[in-house]
């Protein structure tokens, strides 16, 4: 409700942000975000027909036909706009197709009839690997079957970037489940916290659940235990909240957290946003491997955190603006604990980084895997985008599709 009061006096900053790309680039590309026709929400609207007017931008309607009634979506998506909204829409893709276009042909003319808006092309469903919207995604809906290497991601209900894992699905040998109790958790070789949208709601998720006791009991068993941006913060001595932003209540609060890993993280009111790079520190316990190792990846958080430098774990600076190398991260090897955490998003993508530690895990269980897959994950993403953009050129009229951008509305 907050967000809805206020979305007016965000407009100027959208605008200010959209001339800044478009006075540097040639081709803007902007992905609208739900319905163009959410009629209940369209008073300030600068996510979809909104920032269309705003960029004066010629519009493609994309359609989902595989979620069933992909004609009376369009159809009705149409008639729900404005006259002058409905006059931006330049053409409609129809997208994840399964099976001959030509049976679907004459419902495209009646469409194309009755709108007046063309069909700009059809594109079939793809296996093709690249990263889903956290909401859409059906990675995380399943739990697998438990492999030689066991890594669980804690299914928190607010979770965000679970994409930083998908590297380990490609080495042989390795299960990466999402759990959400402590019955699914079981006994894996490595717990991982991922980011979250509300650190302070999650972490109190993870008390209700039982999921906090199980996962400290098999940390001090020497289960490997990583955090990565909100999952990091929620390892730590305690979360301080002096703007009560997290859980909206606007009062300063102090919420404990789960003590495996020696630091404090207090909230402010700027979010850090930045490309980091750099490499690992001196790593302690199982993970001593990866001293040393290059590591790119990303930061998106609230909250600064404070730890013993010494305990750090990456040593980073930012790629695209000026700045000191510093210390980052932190971890805990006393006794049996191996207990990790970031705040670099992508910080397992690194060539190399995942299979230095499916390795170790399994030299934990005295186990080894021969001639295990060295994967460079870099290459095998643009591979994957490759793919996808070679499917998009051969099914879509390409040639009106800059018609219509060259046009403009």
Request: overall charge negative; aromatic content about 8%; charged content about 25%.
């Amino acid at each position: 409700g907050e967000y809805y009061a206020m979305k007016h006096t965000l407009r100027p900053e959208v605008q200010k942000a959209f001339d800044t790309l478009a006075a540097k680039y040639d081709i803007v590309c902007i992905e609208g975000a739900g319905s163009p026709a959410e009629i209940n929400i369209k008073k300030d609207d600068f996510v979809n027909m909104g920032m269309a007017k705003m960029a004066k931008a010629p519009v493609l309607l994309v359609a989902d036909i595989d979620r069933g009634g992909v004609f009376a979506s369009i159809y009705g998506t149409l008639m729900l706009l404005e006259d002058d909204e409905r006059a931006m829409v330049k053409g409609v893709i129809i997208n994840k197709f399964r099976g001959d276009v030509e049976i679907l042909r004459p419902g495209l003319k009646m469409i194309e009839d009755k709108t007046g808006v063309p069909i700009v092309g059809v594109l079939p469903m793809l296996k093709v690997d690249i990263e889903d919207e956290d909401s859409l995604s059906e990675r995380i809906s399943g739990h697998g079957e438990v492999k030689l290497v066991d890594i669980a991601v804690v299914r928190i209900p607010r979770m965000s970037n679970y994409t930083d894992f998908n590297v380990f699905e490609l080495i042989p040998g390795v299960s990466l489940r999402y759990v959400t109790s402590v019955r699914e958790l079981g006994q894996p070789d490595m717990i991982i916290i991922p980011g979250t949208k509300n650190t302070t709601g999650d972490l109190k998720w993870l008390r209700q659940s039982g999921m906090e006791a199980a996962i400290l009991k098999q940390a001090n068993s020497g289960t490997v235990v990583f955090g990565v941006c909100g999952g990091y913060q929620m390892l730590g001595k305690q979360i301080s909240d002096p703007y009560g932003e997290e859980d909206g209540t606007g009062v300063a609060n102090v919420t404990p957290g789960m003590g495996l890993l020696n630091i404090e993280t207090t909230f402010i009111e700027k979010k850090r946003t930045i490309q980091m790079a750099g490499k690992f520190g001196k790593v302690q316990g199982i993970f001593s491997a990866l001293s040393g190792q290059p590591l790119f990846g990303y930061e998106i958080h609230s909250g600064v955190t404070e730890f013993p430098e010494q305990e750090a774990l990456t040593c980073i600076s930012p790629i695209h603006e000026s700045g000191e190398t510093m210390a980052e991260g932190s971890q805990n090897t006393e006794g049996k604990l191996n207990v990790y955490g970031t705040y670099v998003h992508g910080v397992f993508d690194g060539d190399g980084i995942a299979v230095k530690i499916v390795e170790a895990l399994l030299a934990k269980k005295g186990k080894k895997m021969e001639d295990i897959q060295t994967i460079n994950f870099a290459e095998y993403k643009r591979q994957q985008y490759d793919i996808l953009a070679d499917s998009i050129r051969e099914n879509l009229d390409m040639k009106q599709i800059y018609e219509i951008l060259e046009a403009g509305v």
